[in-house]
C-alpha cells in the first residue's frame, strides 16, 4: 500500500477507538461494561446488531462467494425479516420483563439452573470458535498487505481486540458501532462505484450482468425445493428464518446488542430495521462480487488469488511446471475476454444466432481454464499438503490491492477492520457476560462489590480474547469463511432455539425434559450434519423441532410410568 492508503487506514482505526473510548468514559460498572446501561436509542441498537453480525468475513468472503458461486447466497437472509417480527412480539418481551444481563437467566426462571448452564455452554462452545475465525479474516488482509506470516498478523489482529474490548466492554462496542457501519456503508457504496467504472470501458452495467448471467452468476432466486440445495428460497425462509431466530434471539452476542436499548420500543425498532436493510446490503456486497467476475471476463484473472501460497509455489522445485500452466490459463482467459466482446457485440447488432454460437463457445474456453485451475491447485496441494487452496476470501481483496486507486485501498482495508473490531468486540464481550454471570457469578455462594464484578469482567475478557486467538490459528482449512461461520451455528442454533421456543410457548415442559432433549438433540444433529444427511441451513429447523418432540416425548412417557406405579409427577 502507499503512504495515503497507510495514513487513511491508521487514521480511520484511530478515530474509532478513540471515540469509542472517549463515549465510554467514567463509566465504569458491571450495567455499563455488560449492557451499557440499558439507554441506548433504536438506532444505536439497530447500528449494532448490524455490526456484530457483519464482521470481516462478510466483506472479504461473500464477495468471493458471488464470485464462484453466484448471487444464490442472498436467499440465506429470506428469513430474517420475519425472525425480526417474531422476536420483537415475543423474545424481547420475555427478555424485558425480567431484566436480565443474558438469554440464558430467562431459562432458569423458567426451567431450572442445569437448562441454564447446558445452554450458554453450547452458546460458547459455538461462539468462541466462530469468533476465532471471524479473527482470523482481517488477518488475512495484513498478511497480504505486509507480506508477513498469518501467524504474526492474527496475534496483531486478536491483541488490539481484546485491549479495546477490555477497557470499554459493551458501551464502548455499542457506540463505536454506530460510527463503523455509517463508514462502512460509505465504503461500500464507493467500492461499487469503482468496479463499475473499470468495467465500463469494456460492457455497459446490463452487459455486465449477462455476461455474468452466461457463467450462473445471476442464480439469485431458486424455487425448487432440495434438502441438498444449501440455497434456496424455501431453505432461506424456512431455515434461514429458524437460524436468524436462534442467532438473534438466544446468542448472546447479538441479545446483548438489544438489551442496551432504553425500552423496550427501542430494542423492537431497532430489531426490524436491521431486519429491513441487512438483505439489501447483503445484495449489494454480493453484487459487488458479481462485478468483479464480469471485470476479470474482459483481462485475465489469477490463476489463484492467494498470493502468499501461490509465491511459494512459483519457487518450489515445480516452479516451471506451474507457471506453464499459468501461461496457458492467461491465454485460455484472452480467448475467454475476446469471445465476450464478441459476443456483446453480436448483442448489440440483434445477431441473436451468433450471440448464442459465442455464448457456448464461452462456456467452453471457461471449463479450459477451470481444468487448468485444478491443475494449479493439485501442485500446490503437492508442494504444501497444508494449504488451503480454497481462495474465494482472497478474491476481492486480491482485485481492490491491484486495481483500486490509491487511498482508496486504505479505506477498503480499513472497512475490513472496522467490521471486525466491532463483531469480534461484540462476541468477546458476549463471551464474558455469559461466562461471568451465567458460570462464576451464579455458581459462587459470595456476595461481590461493584468493582469485584467489573474485574473478574475484565478478566474474563482477557482469557476469552486468548481462546479466540487459539481457535483463530486453526481457522485456515475451514474453506469459506462466511459458509464455515454459519456451519458452525447451525450445529448448535436449533438446539438453543428448541430450548427457548419450549420455554416461551410450550408451558406444559418441565425443565429435566428440555434437558434431556436437549442433549439427544444436539447429538443427533451432529450426526445429521457428519454424514451429510442434510445442506445446514435444514439443521437449525430439525434441531428446533427435536427438541419440542423428544422433550414431549420423555415428558409423557414420564406422566404414564408415574401413573402406572401410583407415583407423583415429579416438576
Known sequence: ?????????????????????????????????????????????????????????????????????????????????????????????????????????????????????????????QRGVSTGISIYAPSIVLSTVLNIPIFYTTMIIGVLVIIYTFYGGTLAVSHSQVLQMTIIFSSIIIAGVIVLSLIGTDATLYESLKIAGIHNRMNIIDFKFDWNNRYNVWSGIIGGFFLQLSYFGTDQSQVGRYLTGKDSSASKLGLIVNGMIKIPMQFVILFIGILVFSFYQFQSPPIFFNENIEKIAKESQMADYYNNLEFKYNGINQSNSNLSKDYLKYLRS??????????????????????????????????????????????????????????????IVAIIFLASMGSLAAGINSLTSTSVVDFYFRSSKKEYSETKKLYYSKIATLLWGIFCIICAFFAGNTGNLIEAVNILGSLFYGTILGIFISAIFVKQLDGNSVFIAALITEAIIITFWYFDVMAFLWLNLAGCLLVVFIAFIIKFSKQNLNRMFNKPISK
Not at 444481563?101 to 426462571?109: K, P, S
Not at 451468433?354 to 479450459?368: G, M, P, R
Not at 481492490?400 to 486507486?405: G, T
Request: hydrophobic share 50%; glycine share 4%; proline share 3%.
Open 1 to 125: 500500500m502507499s503512504i495515503i492508503d497507510w495514513l487513511v487506514l491508521a487514521i480511520t482505526l484511530l478515530a474509532i477507538v478513540i471515540y469509542g473510548i472517549y463515549r465510554s468514559r467514567h463509566k465504569k460498572t458491571l450495567d455499563s461494561y455488560l449492557i451499557a446501561n440499558r439507554e441506548l436509542p433504536w438506532y444505536n441498537v439497530c447500528l449494532s446488531v448490524m455490526a456484530t453480525q457483519a464482521s470481516a468475513i462478510t466483506f472479504l468472503s461473500a464477495p468471493g462467494q458471488a464470485y464462484s458461486d453466484g448471487m444464490r447466497f442472498v436467499q440465506f437472509y429470506f428469513g430474517l425479516p420475519l425472525a425480526m417480527i417474531f422476536l420483537s412480539a415475543t423474545f424481547i418481551p420475555a427478555f424485558r420483563k425480567f431484566n436480565i444481563y443474558t438469554a440464558y437467566e430467562f431459562l432458569e426462571r423458567r426451567f431450572d439452573h442445569k437448562t441454564r448452564k447446558l445452554t450458554a455452554l453450547l452458546f460458547l462452545l
Open 350 to 411: 440483434n445477431d441473436l444466432a451468433n450471440a448464442e454460437f459465442t455464448k457456448t463457445k464461452i462456456l467452453q474456453t471457461s471449463a479450459e481454464a477451470n481444468k487448468v485451475k485444478q491443475e494449479a491447485v493439485k501442485i500446490i496441494k503437492t508442494i504444501n499438503p497444508e494449504a488451503d487452496i480454497n481462495d474465494t476470501n482472497f478474491v476481492f481483496l486480491h482485485f481492490v490491492m491491484h486495481h483500486f486507486p490509491k487511498g482508496l485501498i486504505g479505506l
